[in-house]
């Protein structure tokens, strides 16, 4: 996703704003660009693909002395990832680069372009520069200029615009995109949309909050809240230690990732999501035609992602959906048919079983899609199609974030089949846009439900082992649950359709049999529950996760009410991954790099 800087001080500037960038190469990105003011004049560079193209671009540029300067990765949303496309944005003598998606663009664009005003791109970012000179001719400084326009912006912005009257400042504003302003001791100022570009520059930053605006010079910062108040400047001391900072404060990375979920998932979101569509700009749209029959294809973590799908795929869009554990698959000698768009689903594009199916699909003359994290693997460099989750980064081995990233794109892909097949109506799909909107608040972590897993982790420490259940979508989310339970805490776990426990399992049940029960109270919650309560009637110990009481729990962790079973599956992912975390953290084993585990797995 799109990554931020920007600088303000004397040492060369193109080098900090390349280095800042680089540091946030991970995020994933198309193009990129810098903008440098300098007594006055800009000078501008863009390139298409990555930051070495920007540098060759830029080779003969060098600055000495005072300068400002903002610089830019691009991952494209509006518009394809071409060099007009790239930011920073140019107005006749101010520039702009910006993360998130402004919602209005095409009103303030329309009212711009009435007035004569030429745009160059197809971004929705070109409107806050344009908007910015349009109001500095009435204004009566540059900054009121700029207060006017982020007054105006809709939507998730972080912004930094440099204007040439005023070649000694930077003007920012954030409000649902993360901006960090960060000094140093040698009287420089720096902004990055992550810490990473800022760590071993700056010695203290301020994480600015939704809402906040202001202005930075070389003298001075200025900072205002959302109700224009002046806001006091109380900057917290950044680590020195990259791996530490990275962290952000929390114990580990798996923990920062689970957190980081809300944000992850707006990013998967953002840009796909119309009124009544559902909308994936990476995919052509014949890739569908003559499409009978969806096989997902992918291990562990991703394979319940895929079976997710086989649910979701079905009763959206009608259309037949089976799913393959890849290392299985690829010595079946399957039957393939040319009809069947064949999807595998890998976090990092690299694992070799789900490669090798890939391959298989290929030559079999099938269509392929991949629906990845790591934009130029080896998957997505050869599959037909390829949708990127945008999870970022994912240091945990155990994988959170990622998954949420895969069943997200997952839905929104059966939302766009199921319009393709005109198997919703309209409203029907804009229905479940408005709930895919939710998703990011709904995967913020509650803190008090956070705390109560710390302290009933206590009890599930030992056991002859742990059964989580769940019927429907509920079933994929036990078998993930059982996984990240025994990546981390290496105790016995499995997930089970809840249906299917008197058919065998529920022999194991006594006080010592730990059972996970996933009761949403949208999916089958009566047919559910009575299989939990089959379980303690035979004195299983019972954790239940539910909006609704359940008065035969030995635990109970209440969710919240949300509108949709899917709503529930995405809060109760989120309590499973902590639960685990949380159970691993108490037995002190390494939640980070769990024993016998390797993150890419690329052999079979
Ligand atoms: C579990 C986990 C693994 C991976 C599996 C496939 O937490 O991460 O089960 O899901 O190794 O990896 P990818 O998705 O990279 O193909």
């Avoid at 509006?78 to 402004?102: Q, Y």
């Avoid at 001075?220 to 020195?240: A, H, K, R």
């Avoid at 804009?430 to 972590?445: C, F, W």
């Avoid at 009890?459 to 993930?480: K, M, Q, S, T």
Wanted: aromatic share 8%; proline share 3%; hydrophobic share 40%.
């Amino acid at each position: 996703m799109c990554g931020i800087v920007g600088y303000i001080g004397t040492k060369p500037v193109k080098q900090i704003l390349i280095d800042g960038l680089r540091e946030l190469e991970y995020r994933g990105y198309d193009s990129a660009g810098i903008a440098v003011l300098q007594n006055h004049q800009f000078s501008l560079f863009k390139a298409v693909g990555k930051l070495i193209n920007l540098e060759e671009k830029s080779q003969k540029f060098e600055s000495t002395g005072f300068s400002v300067g903002i610089g830019h990765t691009r991952w494209a949303t509006h518009g394809k990832p071409t060099e007009l496309n790239a930011h920073p944005h140019i107005g006749s003598a101010s520039s702009v680069v910006h993360n998130g998606i402004i919602e209005n663009y095409q009103e303030l664009k329309n009212m711009l372009t009435s007035k004569g005003v030429q745009f160059l791109s197809q971004t929705d970012t070109e409107v806050i520069v344009h908007l910015f000179e349009y109001h500095l001719k009435t204004a009566n400084t540059p900054f009121e200029a700029f207060t006017k326009t982020v007054g105006e912006l809709d939507g998730a912005y972080a912004v930094l615009l440099i204007n040439a009257q005023v070649d000694d400042t930077i003007f920012f504003a954030k409000h649902g995109s993360p901006m960090i302003l960060g000094r140093n001791h040698e009287n420089e100022t720096f902004f990055g949309s992550s810490d990473a570009a800022l760590i071993g520059k700056c010695h203290e930053v301020i994480y600015l909050e939704d809402g906040h605006y202001g202005v930075a010079t070389k003298d001075s910062i200025t900072l205002y809240d959302g109700q224009n108040n002046p806001v006091n400047l109380q900057f917290t001391p950044l680590s020195e230690n990259k791996l530490s900072a990275q962290k952000e404060g929390f114990r580990f990375f798996m923990e920062k990732e689970i957190y980081e979920q809300g944000t992850v998932l707006a990013d998967t979101l953002m840009g796909r999501l119309r009124d009544e569509t559902v909308y994936f700009e990476e995919l052509d749209p014949t890739l569908f035609d003559g499409i009978n029959e969806i096989k997902l294809c992918a291990c562990g973590t991703s394979y319940h992602a895929a079976m997710v799908a086989t649910y979701l795929f079905e009763r959206h869009a009608r259309i037949r959906t089976s799913v393959e554990i890849a290392s299985e698959f690829r010595y079946r000698e399957p039957l393939l048919a040319p009809d069947t768009l064949f999807v595998v689903i890998s976090q990092s594009g690299e694992t070799a079983d789900t490669l090798e199916s890939l391959k298989m699909a290929k030559k079999a003359g099938l269509k392929t899609l991949v629906i990845c994290n790591v934009d130029n693997s080896s998957m997505v460099r050869l599959a037909d199609a390829s949708i990127l989750t945008r999870a970022g980064i994912e240091k945990g081995v155990a994988s959170t974030k990622a998954f949420a990233t895969q069943v997200t794109v997952l839905w929104m892909l059966s939302l766009t089949l199921a319009s393709e097949r005109k198997i919703l109506q309209a409203n029907e799909i804009a229905h479940q846009i408005k709930l895919l909107r939710t998703l990011p608040s709904v995967v913020a972590v509650d803190n008090g439900i956070h705390e109560q897993l710390r302290r009933l982790s206590k009890r599930y420490l030992h056991g002859h082992g742990f059964f989580f259940i769940g019927r429907d979508v509920f079933f994929p989310l036990a078998l993930e649950g059982a996984l990240k339970l025994k990546e981390i805490s290496y105790l016995h776990a499995e997930g089970y359709p809840s249906g299917e426990m008197k058919h065998g399992p529920i022999a194991l049940a006594d006080p010592e049999l730990f059972t996970i029960a996933l009761l949403p109270q949208h999916k089958l919650y009566d047919k559910t529950k009575s299989n939990v309560e089959e379980l303690s009637a035979r004195d299983s110990t019972i954790c239940s996760i539910s909006p609704l009481d359940f008065d035969k729990a030995d635990d109970h962790i209440r969710t919240h009410y949300h509108e949709d079973y899917m709503l529930e599956f995405f809060e109760m992912m989120v309590v499973l991954q902590l639960l685990s975390m949380e159970i691993a953290v108490r037995l002190g084993n390494d939640v980070d790099m769990p024993r016998n585990l390797a993150k890419s797995v690329t052999v079979e």
